[in-house]
């Protein structure tokens, strides 16, 4: 059975600074040398990579491989479908050397928290635009694989829109700047992107790309000749010069800068034709960009900020379907954290509530926005100011990990309440018997038949409204509320034959306040679903104040006892 938990995942995850090795340079080997030494070089040179990969705190390649194989599917399609051209090379080494999904979990939400150009918000900005782009990408730039995965895709995705696109969708007829040998041809299919500056890189950075197969597969290359679909075909296409025999056409081919373009009096003259040039753009193009990192001190300072309106918040997690679980939420504040202004002898008070629910990757699945009132009459004022507002709202979601914001707002005070926190929606087993999460709560009410379903804390035709603190009162009933699934059905009357047990003792266990048994006849049976529904009278026992452990155990008549759930207060 599932144990009755609440997991709230807070924390942050230190940055590693990675300072690589430098060592001396080899000794010149000469050409004999070289030859008796070949085999052997390649495994000398492993092993120095290794020693300082070692000493330098960074993993080697096989050592990534190997955490990047025990991670959950989640993570590691956050790692490659997410994520993969933006996260920098000591960020991914910090998350594969995690040893948790918590700790997973909070790098996420840190990674992007680094990004966010306005933390103070609840939206990221950075990461909105990040999705943005990738969905550009898939809708404009695939090609046989999806738009994400191709050069103009991943360029996109790093860079953002370039600031001017000079388009050839068709290709065919041509003519060659000056700096490329002028001149006429024709061309395959190709695109110029032009940045006006790019971090790291410099200004009017130039990218060429190139279909060469005609399936809006744009390649990015360093070589402006690559487009010519002339280039081998002997006295076609020429430059000026060829065309007056001052340069022939194979010269193209036997160039020292590594292009195949025709030799032009410009050539050596633009910077763009330097060899070395096209090089170092080459490696950094694809290269994450720069991140600002917040410090720690930044990090917690912002929160405080904006947490100015506390509050709790609470899930639980019932089974639908296999692949559907329900996730009634609730969020309860005091009272006293409101701000009311007095009109008509009636106290007024209003939330703007805000939540969204997304994947650890950042992709929003649900979003849920309401306005709370709060009214009390001015003979109640005092009274119902020291009590508790609450607020309910039922997901449904597929098993998987999520992260969950939460922001309340005082319309009044404009205090602001903020909470991220994660939801693991279990996947519940189709075969072997299974519990939903325990909801401990101060009513549990039937609803009419025109509000089953219908409404905050209503799960079926019960309202079942959770008590966050776990208190209780001794006048108070303590309602239970949980779910066990596939229990085995008695062939005759298709019905379970199970007993549930409840026992509550003091915190150390060692004085029993209450144990109580009920056959599942007096329970809900839907087929092999049994939902336990029952208030506990409190008075009834002899409660002190205090804390105690609750345990609820089902036993079904031919399968072995499993605990179904427990709690503490």
């Not at 080697?60 to 996260?87: A, C, F, H, M």
Request: net charge negative; charged share 25%; glycine share 6%.
């Amino acid at each position: 059975m599932r144990p009755f938990n609440r997991l709230i995942c807070l924390g942050i995850v230190s940055a590693i600074v990675f300072i690589a090795a430098v060592r001396a340079q080899d000794p010149p080997v000469t050409a004999g040398q070289a030859s008796k030494n070949q085999s052997t070089d390649k495994t000398v040179q492993n092993d120095k990579n290794k020693k300082a990969a070692a000493q330098a705190g960074r993993l080697t390649k096989g050592q990534q491989k190997k955490l990047y194989n025990e991670l959950g599917s989640p993570y590691r399609i956050w790692l490659d479908n997410d994520v993969p051209y933006i996260i920098t090379d000591a960020e991914r080494e910090t998350f594969l050397k995690l040893s948790t999904n918590e700790e997973r979990e909070n790098f996420i939400e840190n990674f992007w928290l680094r990004r966010d150009p306005t933390p103070d918000t609840p939206e990221n900005e950075f990461k909105e635009e990040h999705f943005r782009r990738i969905a550009y990408a898939n809708e404009h730039f695939a090609s046989g694989e999806p738009g994400w995965k191709t050069d103009r895709g991943r360029i996109y995705i790093i860079w953002g829109k370039p600031d001017d696109i000079d388009a050839h969708p068709s290709g065919g007829s041509y003519n060659r700047t000056p700096e490329e040998g002028g001149g006429s041809t024709s061309t395959y299919p190709f695109e110029t992107w032009t940045y006006n500056y790019l971090d790291t890189i410099g200004n009017n950075v130039k990218l060429e790309f190139v279909d060469k197969s005609g399936t809006n597969e744009y390649r990015l290359t360093s070589d402006p000749g690559e487009k010519d679909a002339l280039l081998y075909v002997p006295g076609a296409g020429l430059s000026e010069l060829e065309s007056y025999g001052m340069a022939d056409k194979s010269q193209r081919f036997t160039q020292s800068n590594g292009t195949t373009n025709p030799i032009s009096e410009f050539s050596y003259n633009t910077g763009d034709q330097d060899e070395f040039t096209r090089l170092e753009l080459a490696s950094k193009i694809f290269v994450a960009p720069p991140v600002k990192f917040k410090g720690l001190e930044e990090l917690v300072t912002s929160r405080i900020v904006r947490n100015q309106l506390p509050f709790q918040y609470g899930f639980s997690y019932l089974k639908i379907t296999t692949d559907t679980v329900m996730v009634p939420i609730t969020i309860q504040l005091d009272n006293r954290s409101m701000s009311f202004e007095e009109k008509d002898g009636v106290h007024l008070g209003t939330l703007n509530l805000y939540a969204r629910i997304s994947t650890i990757g950042g992709r929003v699945v649900q979003v849920f926005e309401d306005t709370i009132h709060r009214d009390f009459p001015d003979s109640l004022f005092q009274q119902d100011i020291t009590k508790k507002s609450i607020y309910g709202k039922t997901i449904p979601l597929t098993p998987g990990l999520y992260r969950l914001d939460i922001v309340l707002k005082d319309i009044k005070s404009g205090n602001t309440g903020v909470v991220s926190t994660s939801l693991k929606v279990p996947r519940f087993d189709a075969e072997k018997l299974d519990a939903s999460t325990l909801i401990l709560a101060d009513n549990i009410e039937k609803v009419p038949a025109k509000q089953i379903g219908i409404g905050q804390f209503v799960l079926g035709d019960v309202k079942v409204r959770p008590a966050l603190d776990y208190t209780f009162s001794a006048e108070q009933r303590m309602g239970i509320y949980f779910q066990v699934y596939n229990l085995k059905l008695d062939q005759t009357t298709h019905k379970s034959n199970a007993v549930a047990h409840v026992k509550i003792t003091t915190a150390k266990g060692d004085q029993v306040i209450l144990d109580h048994s009920q056959t599942s006849e007096e329970f809900k049976q839907y087929g092999d679903q049994l939902t336990i529904e029952t208030q506990l009278t409190l008075h009834q026992a002899d409660f002190a104040p205090g804390k105690y452990k609750l345990e609820f155990t089902v036993k079904p008549s031919a399968q072995p006892a499993r605990a179904a759930a427990a709690a503490s207060n």
